[in-house]
């Protein structure tokens, strides 16, 4: 008789080996989790704190009336980084989550009426791109060339190897300048495509993981790279179930979470990091501690108590950090088929809009919108007959622009419905049946985001690799840093990545 399998476990899964060591992982966002799952994989008996009632991070959800509304992200790309976390044990990803696929990946819209689908369908984007400009048909294909090119060296070699020293910068180099690493994504992509409106679509993607197009390395071309090969895809039931399933599997390798109690300090004696004590009183040591919080946070407050803590922290908060987000959910009658599961809503304006919100810390009259309708794909986030959205727009983070967005908050909330009722919804207020937004504020309060960024160091060459904060501390030895703050940087495929590398660093320094 066949033994009858745990769900999730396949013929030949295999129970973590205890190591004997353990170690927590501060923050259950998706670096966290995927670190702390490569961590009891390997036999490390692992303990995950997380803050909040929810794990998840930037990816936390909320349930009204029905409709649920992932806070984010929304794009899943390199789904096989995901599945990686499952097979280390012989595990099926499928069996805890179902991914679908998103098609096409992004439709952008201009004011004058103009749209183009971009998707990995090369008969159908070529044709696209002929609609706007002939020209750039060819140009286009020698972008995706460059965008491969940059995607072996800038990802598939060093997306998962931690830059520790200035040495492993200077090996990495050769590459990096072969590439023009140098250049920003836009002035690359206007190296071969001559519509701006082309030069638009090909380079928002950096938006994403909190870079400005104008500023950010063009090693960020890579992102062309993995969508194309890896496709777009979406969690059946949200983002939200990707993370439970995340929550599932560690749980099924007997990790151990704790909910609800934030981490106020790490004790340190010496050079090492000691015990972790939450607010409730709990306290514990481990042989290792790793930090998945915002990194700034985790310097000023969790190592606060120690003299590293303190100089690194105030050293980190003069970087330059990634712009805040102002996010409106809403929940509406009616089903859409004809508005794809992502939009984006150009604005007048690109290059002035950028630098308003990265450089001058204003909030300008005009926006652009990137339109999220996960109901398209999923019908399940909502009701029957009704949609769930959610519009996004960059703003400049709390360090830049120190307004009161309790007032501010209603008055750009409408003034986004507004625009998205003139170009796609023009009944949207009559319609709406649940919304609310989600502000810078409220990025630093429930994230402890260092000035409400929402993708945390920016993504410039100068703050990339080497320059980006370690994955392991240079002082305390024994403390390691995991998300969008370390390398590589912001985005699923980036913190997945870095808990990779921060897991290798972890699992050889334990095992001395």
Same mark, same amino acid.
């Given at each position: 008789m066949t033994p009858t399998l745990a769900p999730g476990t396949t013929a030949a899964a295999l129970p973590p080996v205890p190591t004997g060591r353990t170690a927590c992982v501060i923050g259950a966002g998706f670096g966290g989790l995927a670190l702390a799952i490569r961590l009891q994989s390997a036999g490390v008996a692992t303990t995950l704190v997380e803050a909040r009632d929810k794990p998840g991070g930037r990816a936390y959800f909320w349930e009204q009336g029905g409709f649920t509304f992932d806070a984010g992200p929304t794009v899943i790309t390199d789904p096989a980084c995901l599945r990686e976390l499952w097979s280390l044990t012989g595990h099926?990803?499928?069996?805890?989550?179902?991914?679908?696929?998103?098609?096409?990946?992004?439709?952008?819209?201009?004011?004058?009426?103009?749209?183009?689908?971009?998707?990995?369908?090369?008969?159908?984007?070529?044709?696209?791109?002929?609609?706007?400009?002939?020209?750039?048909?060819?140009?286009?294909?020698?972008?995706?060339?460059?965008?491969?090119?940059?995607?072996?060296?800038?990802?598939?070699?060093?997306?998962?190897?931690?830059?520790?020293?200035?040495?492993?910068?200077?090996?990495?180099?050769? *590459?990096?300048?072969?590439?023009? &690493?140098?250049?920003? +994504?836009?002035?690359?992509?206007?190296?071969?495509? =001559?519509? $701006?409106? %082309?030069?638009?679509?090909?380079?928002?993607?950096?938006?994403?993981?909190?870079?400005?197009?104008?500023?950010?390395?063009?090693?960020?071309?890579?992102?062309?790279?993995?969508?194309?090969?890896?496709?777009?895809?979406?969690?059946?039931?949200?983002?939200?179930?990707?993370?439970?399933?995340?929550?599932?599997?560690?749980?099924?390798?007997?990790? *151990?979470?704790?909910?609800?109690? &934030?981490?106020?300090? +790490?004790?340190?004696?010496?050079?090492?990091?000691? =015990?972790? $004590?939450? %607010?409730?009183?709990?306290?514990?040591?481990?042989?290792?501690?790793?930090?998945?919080?915002?990194?700034?946070?985790?310097?000023?407050?969790?190592?606060?108590?120690?003299?590293?803590?303190?100089?690194?922290?105030?050293?980190?908060?003069?970087?330059?950090?990634?712009?805040?987000?102002?996010?409106?959910?809403?929940?509406?009658?009616?089903?859409?088929?004809?508005?794809?599961?992502?939009?984006?809503?150009?604005?007048?304006?690109?290059?002035?809009?950028?630098?308003?919100?990265?450089?001058?810390?204003?909030?300008?009259?005009?926006?652009s919108i990137y339109l999220h309708h996960p109901t398209v794909t999923d019908p399940s986030m909502a009701p029957e007959g009704k949609s769930t959205f959610y519009a996004l727009v960059p703003v400049a983070h709390l360090g830049k622009l120190a307004i009161d967005w309790t007032q501010m908050g209603r008055v750009l909330e409408k003034r986004i419905l507004d625009e998205i009722g003139r170009r796609l919804i023009p009944d949207i207020h009559s319609r709406i049946v649940t919304k609310f937004h989600y502000t810078p504020r409220d990025f630093a309060s429930d994230l402890n985001a260092h000035v409400g960024s929402a993708f945390s160091l920016e993504p410039i060459l100068t703050q990339s690799a080497w320059f980006r904060a370690h994955n392991r501390d240079d002082a305390i030895s024994n403390f390691y840093l995991v998300g969008a703050g370390t390398h590589p940087g912001a985005g699923i495929p980036g913190v997945v990545g870095s808990a990779k590398a921060t897991a290798g660093l972890m699992l050889e320094d334990l095992a001395k």
């Open positions: 099926d990803m499928a069996a805890d989550v179902e991914l679908m696929p998103v098609f096409p990946f992004y439709r952008l819209a201009w004011p004058d009426g103009t749209q183009f689908d971009y998707s990995n369908d090369e008969r159908a984007l070529g044709a696209g791109i002929a609609r706007l400009n002939p020209i750039d048909v060819d140009g286009y294909a020698r972008f995706l060339a460059y965008s491969a090119e940059v995607y072996r060296e800038g990802y598939v070699k060093l997306g998962h190897v931690p830059f520790l020293d200035f040495a492993s910068m200077v090996k990495a180099a050769p *590459a990096l300048i072969g590439n023009r &690493a140098w250049r920003s +994504v836009y002035s690359m992509v206007s190296h071969f495509i =001559e519509d $701006e409106r %082309l030069r638009q679509a090909m380079s928002f993607h950096t938006l994403l993981v909190g870079g400005n197009p104008m500023t950010a390395s063009a090693i960020y071309a890579l992102i062309h790279k993995l969508e194309k090969d890896g496709g777009v895809w979406w969690a059946k039931g949200g983002t939200n179930r990707l993370v439970a399933a995340m929550v599932t599997h560690f749980e099924r390798l007997g990790g *151990a979470v704790r909910l609800g109690d &934030a981490v106020v300090r +790490v004790h340190t004696f010496g050079c090492r990091a000691s =015990e972790v $004590e939450t %607010l409730s009183g709990w306290k514990q040591r481990f042989d290792a501690v790793a930090s998945n919080a915002d990194i700034v946070h985790s310097y000023k407050a969790l190592l606060g108590g120690s003299r590293r803590g303190a100089q690194y922290g105030a050293k980190l908060a003069r970087k330059r950090f990634s712009p805040s987000l102002f996010v409106v959910h809403f929940g509406i009658e009616g089903t859409w088929p004809g508005i794809p599961h992502h939009t984006i809503l150009f604005g007048p304006r690109y290059r002035g809009l950028l630098a308003d919100i990265y450089d001058h810390g204003v909030l300008p009259e005009d926006f």
